[in-house]
Structures are given as structure tokens and as C-alpha cells.
């Protein structure tokens, strides 16, 4: 719903963990009931300046049922409280307790009796009208991405941060500093070895700043700094958030992992949005060397919407993705893109390819009817893939896109998503799936049906005024 509202232009940011507030000047009536449901949605836990001063806590719970090839049963509790101390002050509490993660394979957590266990979001915020900052633990996501993003997906894993936001005009800057997990490895020689104890420390800092010269145009260039290692101490300048990341690196002579994203959309008339997103983790510009010939470390988005044509609440979506194998990996496993143990950029790692489609129509804001359908090409490569460096055997190396035996998956779905005043919600999604060389294995085929329901219930909110 957040989406629909920004690519219509009633919303002003999408890329940060914080959305913009709503503006539905020259709206139309599909966009004005959107934007009434998603401040209802928001407003208990989200929205800042509603509760002043006092305490507010809630419960939502999720019942998810997946027909495949057994039939499956998952429980998802969402307890929040949030306390206003006044205007500008508050501190949020978001827990995720869900049984579903727990058979995640990536998810290197504890669990309890099959369910896992962690703070979403837990920050103390202050906000002025034109500044913010927070410290805590969020989830971030930066950029359009339908599928994921290049630079934080919403995928990731929540991380421990001090961020900090200036919008002005036409000028928004963000600015995080994080620390990450030790990785996996690392954390299983602990458990299996009680007299182990890790000195690998693992630290990000990133920074956006984005331009809105004309109305519906933005502009972002980001830059965001992995390192850490045994016995690495954190970098105060990396916590400067005006200084060129990749500047001090190189002056300091140490081998982290620096980023850059060029990001660009516009939204026009309320009808259309194209949106873009470049990354370059490692681009090489000579071919003098052996090593000059490292692959060069790249990812692309690309999309665009349409909406209300040709009639009221019809929304079309079309988006590419692209990321280069190697890309998010790097010789010292530290500073590998990951994040208790899931990629903190692009949900599938490099070395593979998306185009994703989709045709949704709105009945108001309570009903939304869609069929999507994506087309994924994935080779061998992977953000772990030990760092062999290939192209340091021969005098000219070149690889081809996808690597190796490339997995091929195809995904068509129905989907009917419906909502009840402010507490009760419930999608259906009805998809059928067709895999060739599943997990990279030749000749390994997999195709079938998927039914999957949820229900969610938003319990009746706990109030209390200071």
C-alpha cells in the first residue's frame, strides 16, 4: 500500500526505513482511500505526534496456512509498545516472534520449541520538523526495488544503528552507522568449542543524499562501508557522515569493502513511475594485468508502474534485476554483505537475474486483486563463495552470466488480499512454480502447486496518557 501511494505521488520517501507523510493535493478518489488506509494502519505504532504524551501497546497476530506438498501451519505474534515522552521524544518496541523463521535455513538464531524470536524495530527517536535521530535496532531498506533492493532490502536482517536524517526542501540526507554479526563460521566454533571466543568485529556505515529538483524527480547517490576483522576496532571517521567512505579507506590503506549506488525515479501526473538503481562494488577500468581482469562486481533495477488506466485502481508493474557474480563477496570473509547470515543487500545474492510482472486492481481500499508472475535465472556464484580469484590463471579471463549450470524458475500467481475496518486483514495467494537444474544440480526438475492463506488480527490497543 506504501508503494501504490508513493509511485502516485502521495507519498514523499520510500527509500528509508521512515516513511513520508502524506500529501493527496490533486489525488484521485483511489489514492485517497489508499492513503486513509494506510494512516489507519500506521498510526498506532508508526506515526509520531499522535499520542502525546503517554504509552500506547498492541498485539497483532498472524495465522499462515501453506498447502504444498503437506499441509503447514505457521503463528506470527507482533507485540508492540511505544511511549511518547513528549513531542519529540519517544522510544518503540517491535517484536517478531514467528514460528515460520525458524525453518528458514538461514536463520542461525535460537528458538523455542520451533519459534524464533526478535526485535524488529527497538530505537529511541527524536524528531524535529526538519531532523531526526535515532539509535536502536531497525530494519532498513534503501531504494524501489519491487523484488528487493540493491543496497538495504527490506529481506535483511535487523541491525543495531545510530542513524540520523535532515530533510529540507529539496534535499533529503541519511546517514546510519551499524554493527553486524560475527559471521557463522565464526559463531558455530564458539558453540562447538566453549573455550573459542571470536574477536571478529563487523561495522557498516552508509550515507544517501537525494536531490528533488523538480516535482516527482529524485536523485540519490549513496555510498555505504563494510570492515571489521579479528581484533578491529571501531572507526570514528566512518561515523562522520560528510566524508567520502572510499577517500579514507584508501588513505588509511585498509582492505574493506566500499559501495556506491546511484539511484534516479519519476513520478508523473500521478500515472506513471520509472524508477532506476546502479551499484558498484568493484568495476575495473584497465586491462593491463592479470588482475585486471576481475569480473567486474555490478548490479542493476529498473522498473516501471502505471496506474488507473484505463481504469480507476489498476496498477501495472514491470522490473529487471541484475547482479553480477562476485558482486557483495570479497576476499576477507568479514567483510562479505551479510548480516546474521542474510544478505543485507539483494535477497538472492549475485550471480542472477529477475524480471518480475504484475496486474493488481483496487475495489477501494479494502480489496486488491492481483496476478504476478516473475522469471528468475540464478548460476553458481554466492555472497560465501570462497574468493579464488580464477582470473590470476591465465592471461585473459572472462566469465559468462549466469556461471556454471544455471538454475531456471518460473512463478505465476493469483492473489486476493482483503481488509476489515482496522483489525482484521487476510490474503489468499494461489501460485504455481517450475524450476529447471533446481539448486544448480543438472537435470533436477521440480514443478507444483502452491496455496498459501493468511489471517491477521490486530488486537484493540492498550492506551495510557502521562
Do not use: C
Amino acid at each position: 500500500m506504501a508503494r501504490d501511494l508513493y509511485g502516485r505521488g502521495a507519498l514523499r520517501t520510500l527509500e528509508y526505513s521512515r516513511l513520508g507523510e502524506l500529501s493527496l493535493n490533486d489525488a484521485n478518489d483511489t489514492a485517497r482511500k489508499l492513503g486513509k488506509r494506510f494512516d489507519l494502519l500506521s498510526q498506532d505504532y508508526y506515526s509520531a505526534g499522535r499520542h502525546l504524551p503517554g504509552l500506547r501497546a498492541g498485539l497483532e497476530l498472524v495465522e499462515s496456512n501453506r498447502q504444498n506438498d503437506g499441509d503447514i501451519n505457521y503463528v506470527k505474534f507482533f507485540p508492540y509498545v511505544r511511549a511518547d515522552f513528549n513531542e519529540k521524544l519517544s522510544a518503540n518496541l517491535l517484536y517478531r516472534i514467528d514460528a515460520e523463521l525458524d525453518n528458514d535455513p538461514r536463520y542461525d538464531g535460537k528458538s523455542w520449541d520451533g519459534i524464533a524470536g526478535f526485535p524488529e524495530n527497538a530505537t529511541l527517536d527524536y524528531r524535529a520538523d526538519d531532523f531526526s535521530l535515532r539509535f536502536g535496532i531497525e530494519r532498513l531498506s534503501w531504494g524501489f526495488g519491487q523484488y528487493s533492493n540493491l543496497t538495504f532490502a527490506r529481506q535483511a536482517m535487523p541491525m543495531t544503528v545510530v542513524g540520523l536524517s535532515y530533510r529540507r526542501s529539496i534535499f533529503d540526507f541519511e546517514s546510519v552507522v551499524g554493527f553486524l554479526s560475527p559471521l557463522k563460521d565464526q559463531l558455530d566454533l564458539m558453540e562447538n568449542d566453549t573455550s573459542f571466543f571470536t574477536s571478529q568485529q563487523r561495522y557498516l556505515a552508509a550515507h544517501s543524499l537525494t536531490l528533488r529538483p523538480l516535482g516527482g524527480l529524485s536523485v540519490s547517490l549513496r555510498e555505504i562501508m563494510l570492515y571489521g576483522g579479528p581484533g578491529r576496532r571501531f572507526e570514528p571517521a566512518y561515523a562522520i557522515p560528510f566524508i567520502w567512505y572510499h577517500g579514507q579507506q584508501l588513505n588509511s590503506r585498509m582492505d574493506d569493502n566500499a559501495f556506491f549506488a546511484l539511484a534516479a525515479d519519476y513520478r508523473a501526473l500521478h500515472k506513471v513511475w520509472v524508477y532506476s538503481e546502479f551499484l558498484i562494488d568493484d568495476f575495473q577500468t584497465e586491462k593491463k594485468t592479470r588482475g585486471d581482469y576481475e569480473p567486474n562486481q555490478l548490479g542493476f533495477i529498473s522498473g516501471i508502474e502505471a496506474y488507473d488506466l484505463p481504469i480507476e485502481g489498476m496498477n501495472y508493474e514491470l522490473e529487471y534485476a541484475r547482479i553480477n557474480n562476485w558482486t557483495y563477496n570479497q576476499a576477507r570473509a568479514h567483510n562479505r554483505y551479510l548480516n546474521s547470515n542474510f544478505p543485507i543487500g539483494f535477497s538472492d545474492g549475485p550471480d542472477v537475474d529477475i524480471l518480475s510482472w504484475q496486474v493488481s486492481w483496487w475495489h477501494g481500499a479494502d480489496i486488491r486483486i492481483a496476478y504476478s508472475g516473475s522469471y528468475r535465472r540464478r548460476g553458481e556464484g554466492r555472497i560465501n563463495t570462497p574468493w579464488s580469484r580464477p582470473w590470476l590463471s591465465v592471461d585473459e579471463y572472462s566469465e559468462p552470466f549466469p556461471t556454471g549450470t544455471v538454475e531456471r524458475k518460473l512463478v505465476n500467481g493469483i492473489e486476493l488480499l482483503a481488509f476489515h475496518k482496522n483489525w482484521i486483514w487476510g490474503n489468499f495467494t494461489l501460485k504455481f512454480t517450475d524450476i529447471a537444474n533446481v539448486e544448480n544440480i543438472p537435470g533436477r526438475e521440480y514443478d507444483g502447486w502452491e496455496m498459501v492463506a493468511n489471517v491477521g488480527v490486530k488486537l484493540p490497543p492498550f492506551s495510557w496518557e502521562f
